[in-house]
């Protein structure tokens, strides 16, 4: 679903485009992985050197696409930068969700921080899209005990996010993609109170922000 979204944005740019993209090469491979259940720790074990080929293939292209994208949205991009990140965000999230149902962690790390690289590349100023990339990421991160890095993350969901809460929307009822950024702002307010550690006016202060993001959704 998000793919064809991505793709009926600049559906009329991609055919008149001739493509240089390796995104056709790479996702044949991603392919072969989300089609493998990877069930035991045999599994993993084996295959664990082609999954982490396959990953440093996705970041490498990435961060070609950062560097190309050239801080988009306040420069100009070519369509084929645009949807080149746009797949890899969206190959890298079916990869989290893949290994996240095959309960490898680490692998499903990898996965959730190249969705968000991707996503934070060519989308940055879509939230409904960056929110659940960054919180994935920031799960992961908080499952494997780097506390630190997860909150860090929360935070700047938080930060990006709660402007939706100065919005007024009274007269006209949440949209889709309004929802899920006011979600991904109370998920992350909700975790940092969970992960404790803030001082007594911090956690004041995100509770307001999980009560109004809360009220907001009805």
């Not at 996702?27 to 089609?35: A, F, I, M, Q, T």
């Not at 956690?203 to 993001?213: F, G, H, P, S, V």
């Amino acid at each position: 679903m998000v793919w064809s979204w991505f793709k009926s944005k600049f559906r009329r740019l991609l055919s008149k485009e001739a493509s240089t993209s390796k995104f056709d090469d790479i996702k044949p491979d991603v392919e072969r992985l989300l089609g493998e259940s990877f069930a035991t720790e045999e599994d993993k074990r084996t295959n664990n050197e082609r999954v982490v080929s396959v990953f440093e293939r996705l970041q490498s292209e990435i961060e070609r696409i950062k560097v190309e994208a050239n801080g988009y949205p306040a420069a100009t991009i070519s369509a084929e930068v645009w949807l080149d990140g746009a797949g890899y965000a969206e190959l890298c999230r079916k990869l989290f969700e893949h290994f996240r149902s095959a309960d490898w962690l680490d692998r499903e790390e990898n996965a959730s921080a190249l969705w968000a690289r991707a996503t934070l590349a060519v989308c940055s100023h879509y939230h409904h899209l960056v929110g659940p990339a960054m919180l994935a990421n920031a799960d992961c991160h908080e499952r494997l005990g780097n506390n630190d890095h997860a909150a860090a993350m929360y935070r700047a969901v938080i930060a990006d996010f709660r402007m939706f809460l100065e919005d007024d929307y009274t007269e006209q009822s949440l949209g889709d993609e309004e929802r899920i950024a006011i979600d991904a702002l109370k998920s992350a307010a909700h975790r940092l109170i969970e992960m404790g550690g803030s001082d007594d006016d911090d956690k004041k202060e995100l509770e307001k922000i999980r009560a109004e993001a809360n009220a907001l959704l009805g």
